[in-house]
T-cell receptor, first 113, second 112 residues
């Protein structure tokens, strides 16, 4: 059974730092992987989607990488800002499933001014 | 604006009183699904639908029903709610299973 783990559970950094959030999954046979952002009391916003054939995706200050063979993905945030404070969720779309996203429990990021 | 709309945002109800949480999307997406989010357990899929009249169970379907009579709507039905269904519920849609998912703002349900 696919399991997704995110480390660390919480992270606090000063503004301007570059940071890396980690996501690992137990079964490398995935269809794709998505990173989401969740603000308190709000829904999930999709940040980046990486197909199984891709190695990385970039959007602005965000860069997500995927290493299927080792079961790992990282989300790199450059020059962090207080507005980046949120919970970041990694979700795997397992190969062969009908679209059931398997979520990690998230990393709660706090960027201090 | 492209969006997934859930109603209500907040609901407090009593055990056994049937309720429906509505979900509607305006993006002509074929794929829709329901998740619940609980502290320490994260997000888990309840039901999903690949298209009109096509639905199937996710990981935690017990106590829930769904229907997909129209492409845009995917209501979640709790026939006899129990306190263990107290949770934060999210509806999501996507053009298909391999594309970006759009989530609704969530429905916080409390069953007393």
């Amino acid at each position: 059974k696919q399991e997704v783990t995110q480390i660390p559970a919480a992270l606090s950094v000063p503004e301007g730092e570059n940071l890396v959030l980690n996501c690992s999954f137990t079964d490398s046979a995935i269809y794709n992987l998505q990173w989401f952002r969740q603000d308190p009391g709000k829904g999930l916003t999709s940040l980046l989607l990486i197909q199984s054939s891709q190695r990385e995706q970039t959007s602005g200050r965000l860069n997500a990488s995927l290493d299927k063979s080792s079961g790992r993905s990282t989300l790199y945030i450059a020059a962090s800002q207080p507005g980046d404070s949120a919970t970041y969720l990694c979700a795997v779309n397992p190969g062969g499933s009908q679209g059931n996203l398997i979520f990690g429990k998230g990393t709660k990021l706090s960027v201090k001014p | 604006e492209a969006q997934v709309t859930q109603n209500p945002r907040y609901l407090i109800t009593v055990t056994g009183k049937k309720l429906t949480v509505t979900c509607s999307q305006n993006m002509n997406h074929e794929y829709m699904s329901w998740y619940r989010q609980d502290p320490g357990l994260g997000l888990r899929q309840i039901y999903y639908s690949m298209n009109v009249e096509v639905t199937d169970k996710g990981d935690v379907p017990e106590g829930y029903k769904v229907s997909r009579k129209e492409k845009r709507n995917f209501p979640l039905i709790l026939e006899s709610p129990s306190p263990n269904q107290t949770s934060l519920y999210f509806c999501a849609s996507s053009p298909d299973r391999g594309r970006v998912y759009t989530f609704g703002s969530g429905t916080r349900l409390t069953v007393v």
